[in-house]
């Protein structure tokens, strides 16, 4: 039986104009057919990926007070450690605990006529019994970074568009983040929601698991597995790259099944974005492509906007309802947009 989500190598990039032809046109087939694909080729070495997913467990087996202390509510960012079952999908708990981390900035001072989402700058929260997590996982940030830049670039090839097409709405300031995640298994949980059926906000997401399954994506009105292959990243395009392609690309629904019992899945995924002050275009797509964009997805309870800003406080607010209450209550009790 043919693999639903294909092997993808990034490393055809650099194999002459043949080859560089066929893998763009694998990559923009792969994004449109199914969303998901695993990368190789992509030049993070197996110790490196080793050393994050090591430094991710070294932080879920501290303490809980040591966790505690750097928790979310605390972080008007959005940074922070979030307790098993401290984050919602769609109303409903997920069974995992993390860890997120975004770009270390310094926070944007506030008054009148200043965005919501400017809030979102700031720095990260680090635990203070394990030093040695914050330079491991912004070394991954960096590698992590670098893959999904030069993915950005090969999937304005693929659409026709110049490399740069993307450039002057990341660049300088991009709004990356990223989270360390740990499933326990179904034993210690309340349900098998690791996370629910749901689509990602940013560009592209660039996933690293560990050996235990649990990622769907669903795909032809079913649930396919994603299940590890090693040495590679699983990548999935968000919705702004559906934006900018006006649903030529499409960004596609996933979860995360709780893992069997006795069983921890660790993962770590990273979501490379725009800027928060940018707003994606609507690029001018060939003929035979155009024809095929069957614009973005609507959504009544989650509509997406092109300002980025706008549309990843919504994200925030919507999953983390206790910081929203602690940070944004001036949003909640008067109802406002979050711009």
């Known amino acids: 039986m043919a693999r639903i989500v294909p092997v993808l190598d990034l490393s055809r990039l650099g194999q002459g104009a043949s080859e560089r032809r066929t893998f763009l046109f694998d990559l923009r087939t792969a994004a449109r057919d199914v969303g998901f694909f695993y990368l190789s080729g992509h030049g993070i070495s197996a110790a490196e990926i080793d050393e994050v997913l090591d430094a991710s467990r070294r932080f879920f087996a ?4 040591d966790k505690l202390a750097i928790e979310m509510v605390k972080s008007p960012q959005f940074r922070g450690y979030t307790r098993t079952g401290g984050e919602l999908t769609k109303g409903k708990a997920d069974w995992r605990e993390q860890l997120d981390i975004g770009v270390e900035r310094r926070p944007v001072p506030q008054g009148p006529g200043i965005p919501a989402w400017t809030r979102l700058q700031g720095p990260n929260q680090w635990p203070s019994a394990l030093p040695e997590l914050e330079p491991a996982l912004l070394a991954w940030q960096t590698r992590a970074t670098a893959v999904a830049i030069r993915l950005l670039k090969a999937f304005a090839l693929s659409l026709d568009q110049a490399e740069d097409a993307f450039d002057p709405i990341y660049s300088g300031e ?12 179904r034993d210690a949980t309340g349900g098998d929601q690791g996370v629910g059926a749901h689509k990602d906000g940013g560009f592209l997401t660039l996933l690293l698991q560990d050996e235990n399954k649990g990622l769907q994506v669903e795909y032809d009105e079913s649930w396919v597995n994603v299940d590890p292959i090693p040495g590679t ?24 099944v709780t893992p069997p019992a006795g069983v921890e899945r660790i993962s770590v995924p990273f979501f490379f974005s725009a800027r928060l002050d940018a707003t994606i275009p609507l690029l001018t797509l060939p003929e035979e492509l155009a024809a095929e964009a069957r614009g973005p997805a609507s959504d009544p309870e989650n509509p997406l906007f092109r300002d980025v800003g706008t549309n ?19 949003l909640l009790e008067t109802r406002a947009s979050p711009v």
């Open 174 to 185: 991009p709004n990356h983040r990223m989270k360390i995640v740990r499933y326990p298994g």
């Open 312 to 330: 990843v406080l919504k994200s925030r607010l919507r999953s983390h309802p206790d910081v929203a209450r602690r940070h944004y209550a001036d």
């Open 62 to 65: 501290l303490p809980e007070a």
């Open 233 to 256: 990243l699983v990548v999935n395009i968000g919705e702004l790259l559906e934006l900018a392609s006006n649903g030529y690309l499409r960004a596609t629904v996933h979860r995360v």
